[in-house]
């Protein structure tokens, strides 16, 4: 992407691959291994902010009342990602980390973070709600401000988790973490998979705001979908709703694209 205009890596920083260790060269193993996969997901999760942290004031000021509520979905998929990830660590991931590892509220921390943005995230939830159903009108400004409230701590979140997961290798011998993650991760998508309106507008937010490009393509075979099947996923769901997902900072292969509203 040659051009300068700011774009979804900021303005709040990703979670770079040092904070697992990861690299190209030597990929992590064990617990390292399922830092690196987080912080992949948070990185999705801070693009999809800084999508609508860039972009709120603009659509605000010169789009149209379909850009206007267009937008409001796609930053309301956001919050159900977030809400989404932050459910499946709280009942599913953290619990059983405390399971494997023997240590009762060993991830406790990382619950009570989630908290700390709470109110602001619902803040936000129940403001795009209100746009959605065109009870108000959007503004940029509220957006951002709403964003500024409590990004800069959910950002320190996402970055402080994955230094939690790394600390778990002193447990590696004990378990297989790898192993583990992946099983939890295929049971729970399978399930995910069978609502087609997960297919249809959760789905898609996996590709749409992950670079395969990061760090020289660190990361660049994520999500791990079969060509084929992510053929037929495009054409029967993924671009449903592609009005709302033309706000995001890459296309649905994962590939840079200027934001239309900066
Ligand atoms: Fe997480």
């Given at each position: 992407?040659?051009?300068?205009?700011?774009?979804?890596?900021g303005?709040?920083?990703?979670?770079?691959p040092?904070?697992?260790g990861?690299?190209?060269?030597?990929?992590?193993?064990?617990?390292?291994k399922?830092?690196?996969e987080?912080?992949?997901?948070?990185?999705?999760?801070?693009?999809?902010?800084?999508?609508?942290?860039?972009q709120?004031?603009?659509?605000?000021?010169?789009?149209?009342?379909?850009?206007?509520?267009?937008?409001?979905?796609?930053?309301?998929?956001?919050?159900e990602?977030?809400?989404?990830?932050?459910?499946?660590?709280?009942?599913?991931?953290?619990?059983?980390?405390?399971?494997?590892?023997?240590?009762?509220?060993?991830?406790?921390?990382?619950?009570?973070?989630?908290?700390?943005?709470?109110?602001?995230?619902?803040?936000?939830?129940?403001?795009?709600?209100?746009?959605?159903?065109?009870?108000?009108?959007?503004?940029?400004?509220?957006?951002?401000?709403?964003?500024?409230?409590?990004?800069?701590?959910?950002?320190?979140?996402?970055?402080?988790?994955?230094?939690?997961?790394?600390?778990?290798?002193?447990?590696?011998?004990?378990?297989?973490?790898?192993?583990?993650?992946?099983?939890?991760?295929?049971?729970?998508?399978?399930e995910?998979?069978?609502?087609?309106?997960?297919?249809?507008?959760?789905?898609?937010?996996?590709?749409?705001?992950?670079?395969?490009?990061?760090?020289?393509?660190?990361w660049?075979?994520?999500?791990?979908?079969?060509?084929?099947?992510?053929?037929?996923?495009?054409?029967?769901?993924?671009?449903k709703?592609?009005?709302?997902?033309?706000?995001?900072?890459?296309?649905?292969?994962?590939?840079?694209?200027?934001l239309?509203?900066?």
């Amino acid at each position: 992407m040659a051009s300068s205009k700011p774009w979804v890596d900021g303005p709040f920083k990703l979670v770079p691959p040092s904070a697992s260790g990861d690299t190209k060269e030597k990929p992590v193993e064990g617990a390292r291994k399922l830092a690196a996969e987080m912080s992949i997901a948070h990185n999705c999760l801070l693009r999809g902010a800084n999508a609508i942290y860039l972009q709120c004031v603009n659509v605000a000021a010169n789009g149209t009342p379909k850009d206007k509520v267009d937008f409001a979905n796609f930053a309301h998929q956001w919050t159900e990602m977030v809400q989404d990830h932050h459910n499946l660590e709280e009942n599913n991931v953290f619990p059983q980390i405390n399971d494997l590892t023997q240590v009762p509220n060993l991830m406790d921390e990382n619950v009570e973070e989630h908290r700390l943005f709470h109110e602001g995230f619902d803040a936000l939830v129940a403001y795009l709600d209100k746009v959605k159903a065109a009870e108000e009108e959007l503004s940029g400004d509220k957006v951002r401000s709403i964003l500024d409230e409590f990004m800069p701590t959910l950002q320190v979140h996402l970055t402080n988790e994955i230094g939690t997961l790394v600390r778990l290798e002193v447990y590696n011998d004990k378990v297989d973490w790898v192993k583990w993650f992946n099983e939890l991760l295929s049971k729970t998508t399978t399930e995910c998979m069978k609502d087609v309106g997960y297919r249809q507008r959760m789905l898609p937010l996996a590709f749409l705001f992950h670079d395969k490009t990061y760090q020289d393509g660190i990361w660049g075979n994520f999500p791990p979908v079969p060509w084929l099947v992510k053929v037929v996923l495009k054409w029967m769901y993924l671009n449903k709703h592609a009005d709302w997902w033309r706000f995001a900072g890459c296309d649905l292969d994962s590939a840079r694209r200027d934001l239309p509203f900066v």
